[in-house]
Nanobody
Framework: QVQLVESGGGLVQPGGSLMLSCAASRSIFSINAMGWYRQSPEKQRELVAIISTDGTTNYADSVKGRFTISRDHAKNMMYLQMNSLKPEDTAVYYC????????WGRGTQVTVSS
């Protein structure tokens, strides 16, 4: 059973930056396309960034140009660099396979507010 642990969230002002981290309990990033998802009380969980096994990345239109997904195979880690944050980015952020396969972690709360 793969365990995923997200971290790095917090309270940030509009225009600020955060880097989220996703730690996996074993090596999965080289054999699975992975994604960052987010969920807010007003919306269903949405996929915002994907990194394929060959390193190709794709982003939801709402975050394109502001977020960057990356991974470190050796450390079993995945990251989401978030810049120019907006209040509408406020959500709990999760990592999982694309499409989801592993048990969801607890997520990390990102709050963008002045």
């Amino acid at each position: 059973q793969v365990q995923l642990v997200e971290s790095g969230g917090g309270l940030v002002q509009p225009g600020g930056s955060l880097m989220l981290s996703c730690a996996a309990s074993r090596s999965i990033f080289s054999i699975n396309a992975m994604g960052w998802y987010r969920q807010s009380p007003e919306k269903q969980r949405e996929l915002v960034a994907i990194i394929s096994t060959d390193g190709t990345t794709n982003y939801a239109d709402s975050v394109k140009g502001r977020f960057t997904i990356s991974r470190d195979h050796a450390k079993n880690m995945m990251y989401l660099q978030m810049n120019s944050l907006k209040p509408e980015d406020t959500a709990v952020y999760y990592c999982n396979r694309d499409p989801p396969l592993f048990q969801w972690g607890r997520g990390t709360q990102v709050t963008v507010s002045s």
